[in-house]
């Protein structure tokens, strides 16, 4: 349905978009992944047809984006990363000016109003003015726009950026919803959305793809070296000593030390299954073995993994740095999985 | 077609819902209702001063009167216009909604005419509004229809002129205000280019009073349709829209 092949995009000496080249199934929701600058928003641009990309092609529904313009953005929905809504125009108004600039018959243009206000929640907005509306609504009447005309194809930028909890929620719920009949691309620098809507990922950064694969496959492949997490009722350099001497473990961070209770995370080598070894030295050693369990590796891992030079496992702790927080993580080139 | 009508609906709908339609036109019917006034008086003054020197005399309306006051509002839509053209692109390109036009299947053309309309039909009305008081002087007096008709084509013909600079340059911009003050400053030096005097040689005279704006107006208001003057307002009009279709797709470009 869409189909990306080798599209570069330069802003003068500037690569936003290097080499990249992606294909989304009918029906499939893929999520682009990355950090702030990756080049999220531009590849969209490129396949909105907003932007022409310097090189390569995009094709959606089998009519590129530059050649066939028209034909191709008859297919596409798209909500920028700004919802482009005119602060005059009430939201119904809005809605029906959109309907009607994609050359929806006037007869259809009410009553698809009318159902795309209902998908997104904001029929008791209708006559509220776009302007006077608040962060999340705007979001929704944006992503109402671009469901609007019933597209083959729905390009979402942040789709949930500004949401509540509930309505991040059911705005997945209705991005789930769509990708029955429609393909779906949403950006997003929150993982747990991925995982979680998605069926594939792209990752990018810094202009390029670091990896596409479903989350599934991505956390199962990266995890080479298994991590453990421990907690037991001692604390201190002699527990860390002691945890680090068991054979087989590669390091010990300690992530959690409170009322006499540490918790680690245990670091084995590859291949190497320590569980054994550490519960027999926590026991020997006199303390209370209060949890031992193997730690999944999340998708926020995977993506700090594959988005730095090395990954730093001391430096820093997942969960502790939110991804797309760059300033953090020295983002170097693509690392080859 | 539709999707002109929309976009030209849409920018008018934009022009009324803030002061901005409503303070053009208060003003414009002000400084025109001024200058009619104005006009009013010399004539008056003129006529009686004659009568002074002799028998009644007949005065002209149309010289006296008709023409200044169409000098004068040349004038105004210069000094006006660019303020109701600058929103027009540069504030699209601001909030963002630029790129639902662009993604949605209008095609550049389409855009171009949609705003060029819209601005042309708020313009309309403005001119529209001074016909009362031109019907104040058809009831009280009887100028001959003629030269109204051909300095409101005129008049039409130069604020579109200076409706389509003012799109061109409000598409080249982010900044409304910066879009509306350099539109003023294009016009003016349209204006007065030919201001250099006649010390520069009489070739380059020609040249420069063929290329000032207001030149071109004398003659409609003196009741005179010549093609040589529509000829330049339109391409002149052409100009600003295709300068306008050029910075579109040079922005496309460069992001
Ligand atoms: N109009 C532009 N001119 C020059 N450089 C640009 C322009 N737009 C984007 N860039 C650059 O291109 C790179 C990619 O930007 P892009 O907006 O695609 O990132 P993104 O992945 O969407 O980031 P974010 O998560 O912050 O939205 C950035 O380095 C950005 O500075
Ligand atoms: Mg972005």
Request: glycine letters at 10%; aromatic letters at 10%.
């Amino acid at each position: 349905m869409v189909e990306v092949q080798h599209v570069t995009k330069r802003y003068g000496s500037l690569t936003a978009v290097d080499d990249i080249s992606f294909r989304v199934e009918r029906g499939e929701i893929l999520g682009f992944l990355g950090p702030n600058g990756a080049g999220k928003t531009t590849t969209m641009r490129i396949l909105t047809g907003f932007l022409p990309a310097t090189e390569g092609q995009a094709r959606i529904a089998g009519f590129d984006v530059f050649e066939q313009p028209m034909e191709a953005k008859r297919r596409t929905g798209y909500l920028p990363e700004t919802p482009p809504l005119y602060p005059e125009m009430t939201v119904a108004e809005y809605l029906r000016f959109v309907a009607r600039i994609n050359g929806m018959p006037p007869g259809d243009r009410r009553t698809q109003v009318g159902v795309a206000m209902e998908r997104t929640k904001i029929s008791d907005m209708a006559d509220r003015y776009c302007g006077k509306l608040s962060k999340g609504y705007r979001q929704r009447v944006g992503l109402a726009q671009a469901i609007l005309h019933n597209p083959d194809v729905l390009i979402l930028d942040e789709p949930t950026a500004g949401l509540d909890p509930r309505q991040i929620i059911e705005t997945r719920r209705l991005i789930a919803e769509l990708a029955g009949d429609h393909t779906v691309i949403l950006s997003t620098h929150i993982l747990p959305e991925v995982s979680q809507t998605c069926q594939r990922v792209v990752i990018i950064n810094r202009g390029r793809v670091v990896a596409i694969d479903t989350p599934d496959n991505l956390t199962a492949r990266l995890q080479g070296s298994q991590t453990l997490y421990l907690q037991i009722d001692a604390q201190g350099a002699e527990a860390l000593a002691t945890l680090e001497g068991v054979d087989g473990v590669a390091s010990v961070t300690c992530v959690d030390e409170h009322d006499g209770i540490g918790g680690y995370e245990i670091e084995s080598r590859q291949g190497d299954d320590v569980r054994r070894e550490l519960s027999r030295t926590v026991v020997t050693s006199g303390w209370g073995l209060l949890e031992l369990r193997p730690r999944q590796m999340s998708l926020e891992d995977i993506f700090l993994q594959l988005t730095t030079e090395e990954a730093p496992t001391e430096a820093v702790h997942p969960g502790m740095v939110t991804p797309g927080d760059e300033a953090d993580v020295t983002v170097e080139d693509r690392v080859d999985e | 077609m539709s999707n002109i009508l929309a976009l030209a609906q849409k920018e008018l709908r934009a022009y009324f819902v803030s002061p901005m339609a409503y303070a053009l036109f208060g003003f414009f019917a002000l400084l025109f209702g001024w200058f009619f006034v104005a006009s009013m008086n010399v004539m008056l003054q003129f006529s009686m001063g004659q009568f002074g020197q002799g028998g009644p005399q007949v005065v002209n309306i149309n010289e006296f009167m008709i023409r200044p006051l169409f000098g004068n509002t040349a004038v105004i839509l210069l000094m006006m216009l660019p303020f109701l053209t600058a929103r027009a692109y540069a504030e699209e390109k601001r909030s963002g909604t630029i790129e639902l036009l662009l993604t949605s299947p209008l095609s550049d053309f389409q855009i171009i005419m949609g705003k060029f309309l819209g601005a042309m039909t708020l313009y309309g009305i403005m001119l529209a509004i001074t016909l009362i008081h031109i019907g104040i002087l058809f009831w009280y007096g009887d100028p001959e229809w003629g030269p109204i008709v051909s300095g409101y084509l005129g008049l039409l013909l130069m604020g579109s002129s200076f409706i389509s600079v003012g799109l061109a340059i409000s598409s080249m911009t982010k900044n409304q205000m910066v879009a509306g003050l350099s539109t003023f400053a294009v016009l003016l030096l349209f204006w007065i280019i030919n201001w250099v005097g006649d010390a520069s040689g009489s070739t380059t005279q020609t040249v420069l009073s063929y290329l000032s704006i207001l030149e071109h107006f004398d003659d409609f208001s003196k009741g005179v349709i010549d093609t040589t003057h529509v000829t330049y307002y339109v391409s002149f009009i052409a100009f600003g829209l295709f300068l306008t279709a050029k910075s579109l797709d040079t922005a496309r470009w460069n992001g």
